[in-house]
């Protein structure tokens, strides 16, 4: 089974800069489109932003310009390089992946357990 360990969250100031890594390990077939996603007290999970095995991305309207997302496809591994943070971007941040557990299996979205940033005024 496919396992995400997220890193890099912390606490940072307004403007400031922070980059996520999301590493997978254990057993999959095929590692499909990666993301991020993050949640704030009293809301829902979010997307932020998302990356396909071919490298296309999507970004929300709120990070767009600000945060990018990458991956290491050969380390099984996504990144979030986060710039010009703003006190509203602090939450939890989680990424996920979208794996085949074997070749003849469905896909699966599988879930990290999240790393906190907070961005002070």
């Known amino acids: 089974q496919v396992q995400l360990v997220e890193s890099g969250g912390g606490l940072v100031q307004a403007g400031g800069s922070l980059r996520l890594s999301c590493a997978a390990s254990?057993?999959?077939?095929?590692?499909?489109?990666m993301g991020w996603y993050r949640q704030a007290p009293g809301k829902e999970r979010e997307v932020v932003a998302i990356?396909?095995?071919?490298?296309?991305?999507n970004y929300a309207d709120s990070v767009k310009a600000r945060f990018t997302i990458s991956r290491d496809n050969a380390k099984n591994t996504v990144f979030l390089q986060m710039n010009s943070l703003r006190p509203e971007d602090t939450a939890v941040y989680y990424c996920?992946?979208?794996?085949?557990?074997?070749?003849?299996?469905?896909?699966?979205?599988?879930w990290g357990q999240g790393t906190l940033v907070t961005v002070s005024s």
């Open positions: 254990g057993s999959s077939f095929s590692i499909n489109t």
């Open positions: 990356i396909t095995s071919g490298g296309a991305t």
């Open positions: 996920s992946a979208v794996t085949r557990r074997h070749l003849l299996g469905n896909l699966v979205e599988v």
